[in-house]
C-alpha cells in the first residue's frame, strides 16, 4: 500500500521489521490497553442505561447520593470518552505507527506505565464525579486530583507513539501517521490548557464556558477522530487490498482539518460576544470539507468491490462508522445555525448528536480496528457468534439511540419553547424510551465482545504457555 | 528533507491559529471584565453571594444539577427566564460557572425572582411532584433527616400542606447542605440592565427633564466629579455632598452661580457640617450656558428636585461680580441679594 505513495523517499533506509517483530513488541501495551478499554467500555453502558431509566421515572435508585442523575451522567459520558474511545484509540495509533513505520515499538515500558496510570486517572476521577467532586464542566469533569494523572499518563504513552514514529524504517509516510501525530500533538495542548485555566488558575466567569467549550470541541475533532480516520484509512485498503485512491486528496483533507477544526465548538446560543459562535458555526460548514474528502476517498478505494466489504466484519464496522461520521457532521453544521439551534440547543438531540460522532463513528471504527489487530497480535481468531451478536446489537443500540434522542431532542425542543414549559419534560418519553432500549442492547453486545476477547486472550495463553497462564 | 518537521510545524501552526482565536482573544475581550456599577443601581454588579449561598452552589455543583438545568437566558428566552437576555459579565462571580447544557428542567437563571418561598423550594427538594405535578425531578431525600415527630412542629422541620401524606411520626428536617442550596437558588436573580444587555422595554423618556440636564450631566462628570464624585455624595471632611445639599437646593440660584464663578474659600457649612476647604473658580473656564446646564444637573440628580437654572441668570451675575477675583467667603455669600426671581 505504502508502495504506491507520492511522498518523498529518503535514501538509505534502514531494513524494516517483519509484521512479526512488529506485532511482538505491540502485543503487551496494545492488548492491556484493548481490555482496559472494553472494561471500561461495558461499565460506562451498564451506567448510561440507568442514566436511561432515570430519565423515565425520577424516583429509580434516587436515595443513593452517588448514583443521584447529576453525577451518574457525566461519569458515563467520561467513562465513554476517556475510558472506552480515547484509551482504544491510543492503543490503535500505537500499533499503526509501529506497523506503518515498519519498526517495533519504541518505549513499550513507557506505553505500559502509561496505560496504566491512565486507567487509574479514569477509575478516580469516575469515583470522584460519582463522589460529588465534579470540575462541572461539560467533557472536562475529572476533578483535580484525577485529571493530571490522565495528562502525564498520556504523555508517557504519547511520547511511545512520537519516538516510534521517529524510529520509522518505512521511510515513505502515509496519511494515517500524519493523522496520529496531529492527535498526539493536539491532545497534550488542549489538556494542559484545560488543566491550567479550569483546575489550577480558573478564568474568570465566562471565559470557564469558553475553555470548556474548545475543550470539548478538539477533544471530539482533533483528538478521537483523527484517530478513528487514522484507523479507518489504515483498514479500508488494507482489507480490500487496493491502494487508497488518492493520497493527494487525503494529504488535502487533512491540511483542511487541522485548519477548520479548531474554531468550533461554540454554540450560537452562548452568552458571549457573537463574534463567537458564528465563528464556530462557519468552521462547522467549514469542516465538512475535509470529512466529504476522506469518505469519497474511501468510497472510490473500494469501488465496486463491495463483496469484500461485506465479507469482512472489521470492515463492516468501519463502514457503519464512515457513515455515522458523514451524518454526524452534517448533523453537528445544522445544528450550529442559529435557527436551528435555538430549538434544539437545550434538548436531548445534542447528547444524541454527540452518542452519533463517539459511538457511532469514533467507536464503531475502533470495534473495526479491535476486530482486525487483536487476531494479528495473539494468531488467535474471535468466535464468529459473539461477534456476529456484537455487530448487530450495537449498530441496533446506536440507532435506537440515536433516534430516539435526535427525534425526541426536536420534540423537546419544540415544547420547550412552547406556551407550557412543563409540557417539554414528558414530551419525548416515547423516543426516550427507545433509547433506552437501545443502551440494553448496548450492554449485551459489550458484553459479547468482552467475553469474546478474554476468550481470545485465554486460548492464545493456552497456545503459548501450553494451558498455564504463567 | 525531513518530513516529521515540516509535518510538526504545519500542524503546530494551524492549530495555534485556531488557539490564538479562541483562547486568548476571547481572553482578552471578556477575560478581564471587571465588575461594574450599572446606571440603574448603586452597587457593584453582579452582588456578591453570602457564605451560605456559595457554599449552595458547591451542593449545585457537586449534585449535578448543571446535568439537567442550564443558567443561560437567550435572547429568545426572554422575557420567559429572565427580565432580559443574559451576557457574559452576569457570570462573574461564579467559580466554577455552571451554565448547563440541558433544559430538562427550568432555567434557573433568575429562579430567585420566581419562587422565592425557602419552604417552597425544601418541600420541592424533598419530593418534587407535591409542588410540581408532572415534573420529573429527582427527589433528594438524602439532603433530609426524618426525626421522630413532636407534638408541634419544629421551628427547622419543613411545612408541608395537611394534605400531603409524610410517613407517621416523623417530621422532615432539612440538613444545612439543602439550606445553603436553597440560599444559591433564592439569590439566582439578574435584574440590573448593562450596557451590553439594556432594558428591552425602557420607561418612556421623563419630560420633566429640563432641557439642558444632558448637558450638565456631561459637564459634571468630566469638571466637578473628580471631588464631589459622581454619586454627589462628596468626600467626608474634605469635599462637602451635593446631593441634599441646602446650598444645592435653595430656591434663590444666586449664591451657587457666583460659587462656581469665583470659588469658595472656607471655613463653610453644608446640611450642618464644616468643611475646611477652597473650591476653584470656574469664570474662565465654563460659559454661562455651561455653568446654568451642570447647576441644572445638580440640582435634579440624586434625588434632588430643583428648579432649572438659566444663562440669563448666569450672565447677569457674572456682570454683577465681572470686577472680584477673589473667591467667596460663606458671610460675604450670605449678604447676597437674589439677582432675579427663580425661573419657572
Redesign the interface.
Known sequence: MTASTT??VQAACPIPATAEEVDASCRGPVLLLFFHSLLWLLAGSVLSWLVAI??HK???L????WL????L??AARAILLYGFASQAGMAVALWLMARLGRTPLVGKPSALVGGMFWNLGVLLGVLGILA???????WFEFPRYAAPILFFAFLAIGCAGMFT??ARRECT?YISQ?LI??AF??FP?IDA?ANA??ICH??????????AY?FANNFLL?WLTPLALAAAFYLIPKIINRPLYSHYLAAVGF?LL??F???G??PP?????SW?AA??TAASFLVLVPVFTAVMNWRLTIGKDCANVKASLPLRFVMIGAGAYLLSSLLAAGNSLPIVS?TT????F??GLTQLSVYGFVGMILFGAIYYIVPQLTNTDWKPGPAKMHFLLSVLGILFIVIGFCVGGVIQGNA??GPE??K???AATPLIGFATLGSLLLILAHAALLSNFISIMRRCCAACCGGRTK | ?N??SL??L???F??A???A???LL??L?????QLVVPHDSKQLYPPARTGMAEHGREVY????????H?Q???E?DAP?WGVR??????????????????????DLANVGLRLTDANWHLMHLYD?QSV?P?????????LFEERPARLTKSDDAVSFPPEYKLPTGVEIVPKPEALALVAYLQGLRVTNYLYEAPNPNPPPPDTNVPPNFARGQELYGTTCGACHQANGEGLAGQFPPLAGADWVLAEDTSKIIRIVLNGLTGPFEVNGVSYNNTMVPWKDVLSDDDIAAVLTYVRNEWGNKASMVTAEQVSAARAKVQDRADAWTAEELQKVEPDAPPAK
Not at chain 1, 440547543?345 to 436531548?348: R, S, V
Open positions: 511522498q518523498h432515570k430519565m425520577g424516583d429509580f434516587a436515595d443513593i447520593q443521584t442523575y447529576g453525577r451522567n457525566p460529588g467532586d465534579s470540575t462541572g464542566h461539560d514514529f521517529a509516510t500524519w501525530f496531529a500533538l493536539v495542548w490548557t485555566l479550569l480558573p478564568a474568570r466567569g465566562m471565559m470557564q464556558a469558553v475553555i474548545w482533533l491540511w487541522v485548519l477544526s479548531g474554531w465548538g461554540v446560543g452562548a452568552r458571549l460576544p463567537m465563528v464556530s435555538r440547543e437545550f434538548t436531548l445534542s447528547v420547550q419553547n414549559f412543563i417539554s419534560v414528558k | 528533507m518530513y516529521a509535518l510538526f504545519g500542524i503546530f494551524s492549530f491559529l485556531s488557539w482565536g479562541m483562547v476571547p481572553q475581550q471578556i477575560g478581564r471584565q455543583r457537586s449534585l449535578g444539577c448543571q446535568a439537567c442550564t443561560q437566558v437567550r429568545n420567559r437576555h443574559g451576557v457574559a459579565p452576569d457570570y462573574l462571580r461564579d467559580q466554577p460557572v455552571l451554565i448547563g447544557s440541558q433544559r430538562v428542567g427550568p418534587p410540581v408532572g415534573s420529573s425531578m429527582p427527589p433528594y431525600r438524602f
